[in-house]
């Protein structure tokens, strides 16, 4: 997959997926594979028009952005469906544009769209104040053809970025998982810690979450854990660490099970299949130290991994 602006111009027309596409969710997927379909029929590059996700302004619930997906998880989810071309620039870039400038001299001038696909909520121009019929008569002006999907839904429930943040934030992530068609992870870089758990036998991982990174509810999951290309289950928590009373800023914790090495400095993501209970402050480390026993332990039936 390349990047248009950075060193390459379509020698072709292309057919243009349209979106935010802040989770590559059941719903975007099926804009952009329409998109790529479409392409394929007229001979055309498929493209990708996003803002980079980090440079968007609409908040969370907590006056944060949210991401379920960095922009660099977003190009990977892209390029494995196929996508020939990507133009993702920041918001600041073209938050000014009028909506026939951006149809005129993005769509038409810069990407060569001959068609374009979105989903039926899809805005565009300055302060968001064109919809799809508004694209629709543009294209017509500029011959771009367009292409509205409806939304989707899945085993009878609509499939949106906002119902799956809700799902993330509550600790619904099976619910969460299947609307995105895939299991939401968190890749982050390892840190070193305080080390308890390894005078514990419980040798833990850290991985600070960083602000605009949509945050998980704060429990124990049960989860697996991808280290260079390689899959283990694992046991994290994600929060404060209460007990400890040694952060304020949340991150994941996790004990890979049966696995010992030192990753410091690598990234490791993260893979969220279950919840298994809500964080909670213990009157002792042995207390805590008994209930990371006991959440092993279902994580290895959850799993079918013996203990070893």
Known sequence: MKEIGKGFVPDKGTVCALGLFDGVHRGHRLVINTAIELAQDMGLYSAVWTFRTDTVTSKGHDGRVEMILTDDEKRKHFAALGVDLLYSPAFEELKDLSGEEFVRDILSDMLGCRAVVCGSDFRFGKGAAEDCESLKLLGRI?????????????????????????????????????????????????????????????????????????????????????IDGEERCGVTNVGVKPTLKAHDAPLAETYILDFSGDLYGKEAEILLDKFIRPEKGFDSFDELRAQIAKDTQKVRLFYGVDDK
């Open 142 to 226: 500029y011959g771009i053809d367009v292409h509205i999907c409806d939304k989707l839904r899945y085993k009878g429930e609509e499939v949106s970025s906002t119902i799956i943040r809700k799902y993330i934030r509550s600790g619904e992530i099976e619910k969460a998982n299947e609307l995105l068609g895939y299991i939401f992870g968190l890749r982050l870089k390892v840190e070193h810690g305080r080390q308890l758990g390894r005078t514990w036998n419980f040798p833990t991982i850290n991985q600070h979450i960083p602000p605009g990174q949509i945050l998980p509810k704060f429990g124990v999951y049960a989860t697996r854990v991808m």
